[in-house]
């Protein structure tokens, strides 16, 4: 791709823009199914595990983060390892948005815990394939693959403590 054909900031603001709509729709989705209640309340929860507003927090600087690294690697990545990238973290995306569901909505344990397991392995092959088409890139997916570790942590926790195992 040419210097012509990457894509400007103005699709770097799109992506934000898509990125904040995404997950303020699913935060406040999770917020109108009663699912923080549901979590805080009705669960038995480890004592590590962070308040709902802070996790808040924490997913939508992840997925501002995924959202920068797919610009960055589409802007700045090598040839051939560019789409390999991208496909990582678009990957990433869509499993975070297939535990919203399975966790928040079904309020399944045990499929949660594979879903998360799932996005887990996405984003550590999203860090690795963008770390190989952008390093300055691949950076940028670290403190998403901190936190996913420590959802998934923190998934496995939950469905330990209230499904008997």
Avoid at 26 to 48: E, F, H, K
Avoid at 85 to 108: K, P, Q, S
Wanted: proline share 2%; aromatic share 16%.
């Amino acid at each position: 791709m040419s210097g012509r054909e990457r894509p400007t900031v103005g699709r770097l603001a799109v992506y934000f823009v898509l990125t904040a709509a995404f997950t303020g729709l699913i935060a406040g989705g999770a917020n109108a199914a009663g699912a923080y209640d549901w979590v805080y309340q009705d669960l038995d929860r480890p004592a590590w595990l962070l308040p709902g507003g802070l996790l808040t927090m924490f997913w939508v600087a992840k997925t501002m983060l995924l959202a920068f690294a797919l610009w960055s690697v589409e802007r700045f990545g090598r040839e051939g390892w560019r789409w390999l990238g991208a496909a990582g973290v678009l990957g990433t995306i869509v499993c975070g948005l297939a535990w919203t569901i399975v966790f928040f909505f079904m309020r399944d344990l045990s499929l949660g815990l594979l879903a998360v397991l799932a996005s887990w392995v996405t984003t550590v092959f999203a860090a690795w394939a963008v770390g190989r088409a952008s390093v300055g890139a691949g950076a940028f997916l670290w403190l998403p693959l901190i936190f996913q570790s420590y959802a998934l942590a923190a998934s496995f926790e939950l469905m330990r403590l209230n499904t008997g195992l």
